[in-house]
């Protein structure tokens, strides 16, 4: 960029884009609530109880998190815990910020609860990523956080695992999730308030070769480990960003390209599992859980995170 373009950029396109941005949030003194909420669940994780002892088949989750997100990490939990009647089993994977103290607010939930530290994670990238053949993913897993979702999970592992998202909480049993988990036999994902790819449709179908399914979200995502085509996911990366750029999508558009190829999947139902919730339904919970993404983001710190408290 020129200089007077850096210029025009600072002094005008983006003090006006982080007014929009503000506003479209409920305005300055929505975000400092938000920023206090944010705060004040911080400090509550550090205190939050073990998940409840329960008996049965366990069900199992799979989360990436660090430092700044271990508090939403284990009111995700806190949450899950307290509405299933069975066992949780989590594996936490390092994004490699998750110090000692972030790392004991998870193991105070439970001692089962399995963190695979960063080193190991980046030993798992030199054994089945050499350099030479995936340079596009290799590059991603360092700079893109987002795409650890799909490798640090799955990479060289066997089986089905269902990955969540730390921006979530849950208001009920989420049967249809442990129904799947006890016996998968297609790939899960989420539904989307809107369709976000961060790449265009006709660009995503050419690439991945077959129709692309709509409004996939990874929130929830879960996809068998040793069925992932990691030449085609090498492929798929590097045809889009050649392209269209680098997106902070590009996760979610390869999962869906996943979802595609794959030929079917499992749908989490949209009225259950929601992308988005409203002011009223945050206010007053419905479904069985919500993913706070965009403007629902403020009433999470606000607001939700406290409703799970309630009942302790």
Same mark, same amino acid.
Request: proline share 6%; with cysteine.
């Given at each position: 960029?020129?200089?007077?373009?850096k210029?025009?950029?600072?002094?005008?396109?983006?003090?006006? *884009?982080?007014?929009?941005?503000?506003?479209?949030?409920?305005?300055?003194?929505?975000?400092?609530?938000?920023?206090? %909420?944010?705060?004040?669940?911080?400090?509550?994780?550090?205190?939050?109880?073990?998940?409840?002892?329960?008996? %049965?088949?366990?069900?199992?989750?799979?989360?990436l998190?660090?430092?700044?997100?271990?508090?939403?990490?284990?009111?995700?939990?806190?949450?899950?815990?307290?509405?299933?009647?069975?066992?949780?089993?989590?594996?936490?994977?390092?994004?490699?910020?998750?110090?000692?103290?972030?790392?004991?607010?998870? #193991?105070?939930?439970?001692?089962?609860?399995?963190?695979?530290?960063h080193?190991?994670?980046?030993? #798992?990238?030199?054994?089945?990523?050499?350099?030479?053949?995936?340079?596009?993913?290799?590059?991603?897993?360092?700079?893109?956080?987002?795409?650890?979702?799909?490798?640090?999970?799955?990479?060289?592992?066997?089986?089905?695992?269902?990955?969540?998202?730390?921006?979530?909480?849950?208001? #009920?049993?989420?049967?249809?999730?442990?129904?799947?988990?006890?016996?998968?036999?297609?790939?899960?994902?989420?539904?989307?308030?809107?369709?976000?790819?961060g790449?265009?449709? @006709?660009?995503?179908?050419?690439?991945?070769?077959?129709?692309?399914?709509?409004?996939?979200?990874?929130?929830?995502?879960?996809?068998?480990?040793?069925?992932?085509?990691?030449?085609?996911?090498?492929y798929?990366?590097?045809?889009?960003?050649?392209?269209?750029?680098?997106?902070y999508?590009?996760?979610?558009?390869?999962?869906?390209?996943?979802? *595609? #190829?794959?030929?079917?999947?499992?749908?989490?139902?949209?009225?259950?599992?929601? @992308?988005?919730?409203?002011?009223?339904?945050?206010?007053?919970? @419905? *479904?069985?859980?919500?993913?706070?993404?965009?403007?629902?983001?403020?009433?999470?710190?606000?607001?939700?995170?406290?409703? @799970?408290?309630?009942?302790?």
């Amino acid at each position: 960029m020129s200089v007077p373009g850096k210029l025009l950029y600072s002094l005008w396109h983006l003090p006006i *884009a982080t007014v929009r941005h503000s506003w479209r949030h409920g305005g300055p003194l929505a975000q400092c609530a938000a920023a206090r %909420g944010e705060s004040a669940m911080r400090v509550a994780a550090a205190t939050l109880p073990p998940l409840p002892s329960r008996s %049965g088949a366990p069900f199992k989750v799979h989360l990436l998190t660090g430092h700044r997100f271990v508090h939403q990490t284990a009111f995700c939990l806190h949450s899950l815990g307290r509405v299933c009647t069975v066992p949780i089993e989590v594996e936490i994977y390092d994004d490699g910020s998750l110090d000692d103290t972030a790392a004991s607010i998870l #193991r105070r939930l439970s001692a089962s609860v399995l963190i695979h530290p960063h080193a190991e994670l980046a030993e #798992r990238i030199d054994r089945f990523l050499p350099a030479a053949s995936f340079p596009v993913l290799r590059e991603r897993w360092r700079n893109y956080p987002h795409i650890r979702k799909i490798i640090d999970v799955h990479l060289g592992r066997e089986g089905w695992r269902l990955v969540l998202d730390s921006d979530l909480l849950f208001w #009920r049993e989420p049967h249809y999730l442990i129904d799947w988990s006890g016996m998968p036999d297609r790939s899960l994902h989420a539904i989307d308030c809107v369709e976000n790819y961060g790449y265009t449709r @006709t660009l995503l179908e050419k690439v991945a070769g077959v129709s692309i399914p709509p409004r996939v979200n990874v929130g929830l995502c879960g996809l068998r480990s040793d069925a992932i085509d990691w030449d085609f996911i090498e492929y798929a990366a590097a045809s889009l960003i050649a392209a269209e750029g680098t997106s902070y999508y590009l996760e979610q558009a390869l999962v869906a390209m996943i979802v *595609a #190829r794959e030929g079917r999947s499992a749908a989490a139902p949209e009225i259950d599992y929601v @992308t988005l919730p409203s002011p009223d339904e945050i206010a007053q919970p @419905t *479904a069985v859980m919500h993913h706070y993404v965009d403007v629902s983001r403020g009433l999470y710190y606000r607001h939700a995170w406290r409703q @799970t408290l309630a009942s302790l």
